[in-house]
């Protein structure tokens, strides 16, 4: 049974329909669900919060029967029962001949070590039962990518963890938009082609020297720019402090997201929020 959380969002109870690699570092796997029906995103970034069961149990432990209060619930669980909970972005929607959600896609970085999140993914299998907190209506807050209608470049920043919210929005961009785009990854493997109809110029940098290589670019001549940067806090901020104070944009042109924190679990992080 699924529970309504707070609207837009609520729980999706889902399974594993199939898993690929798409790199040595990155996994892309496809959920499916019943559930899935009442599920509406218009993509983009779109952001989901994943629960992952413990190694030995066959689903996340999450007291969604709290309605509600199922946050304080599963905050009180023992750290060994409580679900492992992280955010990702949405890399894939599949819907049937009547427009509603049947498979949705969610890739995975894997970390040597191995977190609890990248270790599920690297043996998950098809069946494997997972809990998403996720949007039930399409315009909704955790899409972050939202340049103002006069924005004549747009410019875009992110790490591996940011690539599957890059690879959609760019998809979703429209013939002729321009937009200048910086990735880094860990390894040149990592590299792949990406879809876009967009007049979209793309650097790929390998290592942690990206945020250096924005730096010193020279941007496109534009009067209006905006600008989407997320990945690790601290070069996220770094870049925002580049963009508003040396590159004279309007801060509120500015969208900044912190994935993750260099150093830091996803349950620190929000700790510090």
Do not use: C
Not at 82 to 102: E, F, H, I
Not at 119 to 148: E, H, K, M, S
Not at 198 to 214: F, I, K, L, N, R
């Amino acid at each position: 049974m699924t529970t309504a959380v707070a609207a837009p969002f609520r729980f999706f109870s889902l399974r594993v329909a199939r898993t690929r690699r798409l790199s040595p570092s990155l996994v892309r796997v496809s959920f499916a669900g019943e559930d899935l029906l009442h599920f509406l995103s218009d993509g983009r970034d779109q952001s989901l919060s994943l629960f992952l069961p413990h190694p030995g149990q066959e689903e996340p432990r999450v007291p969604v029967e709290l309605g509600d209060g199922w946050w304080q619930g599963w905050r009180e669980l023992p750290d060994d029962v409580r679900a492992v909970m992280r955010s990702y972005t949405l890399s894939g929607l599949r819907a049937d001949p009547l427009g509603r959600t049947v498979g949705i896609d969610v890739d995975f970085v894997l970390h040597t070590p191995a977190g609890p999140a990248s270790a599920w993914a690297a043996r998950a299998a098809a069946g494997d039962r997972v809990l998403l907190l996720g949007p039930a209506v399409a315009d909704n807050r955790a899409i972050r990518f939202r340049p103002p209608h006069d924005a004549d470049l747009l410019v875009l920043w992110g790490d591996e963890s940011a690539l599957p919210a890059v690879a959609s929005i760019l998809e979703s961009l429209p013939s002729g938009r321009r937009a200048r785009v910086w990735l880094e990854v860990h390894d040149p493997a990592g590299i792949r082609e990406l879809t876009t109809r967009a007049a979209a110029e793309v650097t790929w940098v390998v290592g942690e020297d990206s945020v250096d290589a924005v730096r010193a670019a020279a941007l496109p001549p534009a009067e209006r720019p905006y600008v989407w940067i997320a990945g690790e806090s601290g070069s996220v901020k770094a870049l925002r402090r580049h963009f508003v104070r040396e590159r004279g944009v309007d801060r509120r042109r500015v969208t900044f997201v912190g994935y993750w924190r260099r150093g830091m679990s996803e349950e620190q992080l929000r700790e510090t929020e």
